[in-house]
């Protein structure tokens, strides 16, 4: 990343610590001629591990969890994309709509918050939902806001 896209160093990733390029460059040894490196896609939604938020690895949370229902509001809770766009575009929107991840020390890039509905998680797959919820405590609930008392 570093040799083709050193402007994406410190984006978080859902590869592990263990994928350093060695295929890139075990390839570029033997000859090949290696085309299109500084095209790199950039997922735009990842679960933060709210026990370890600086943790550079995050899990993917699918396109099928905006797709079931999900809408992808910024710290002003303010809806600013498309849910349903290009991963390009979602990105894009996020890098240019959100605020900067902070948590204590630590500073991320810009991240948005997925909001759920109850139909949401039997659409996705409540199971995966339940599994990360229960790992890492990835999801609040919080009560509809027709209950909510005006404030």
């Not at 949370?61 to 992808?72: D, H, N, T, V, Y």
């Not at 797959?125 to 790992?135: E, F, G, S, Y």
């Amino acid at each position: 990343m570093a040799r083709f896209r050193p402007d994406l160093l410190g984006v978080p990733t859902t590869n592990g610590k263990f994928a350093q390029g060695e295929g890139v460059l075990l390839g570029e040894t033997v000859g090949a001629q290696l085309l299109d490196m500084d095209k790199v896609q950039l997922h735009p939604t990842g679960f933060i591990d709210p026990k370890d938020p600086s943790n550079q690895t995050k899990i993917l949370a699918p396109e099928a969890i905006r797709g079931s229902g999900g809408i992808l509001v910024n710290s002003e809770g303010r809806r600013f994309v498309n849910e349903l766009d290009l991963r390009s575009v979602v990105t894009k929107a996020i890098l240019r709509h959100c605020s900067c991840y902070k948590d204590g020390n630590h500073e991320g890039p810009p991240f948005a918050w997925c909001i759920l509905s109850k139909a949401s998680p039997r659409n996705f797959r409540i199971a995966c939902i339940t599994i990360l919820q229960r790992k890492n405590g990835a999801y609040l609930n919080f009560a509809p806001i027709s209950q909510k008392s005006p404030s």
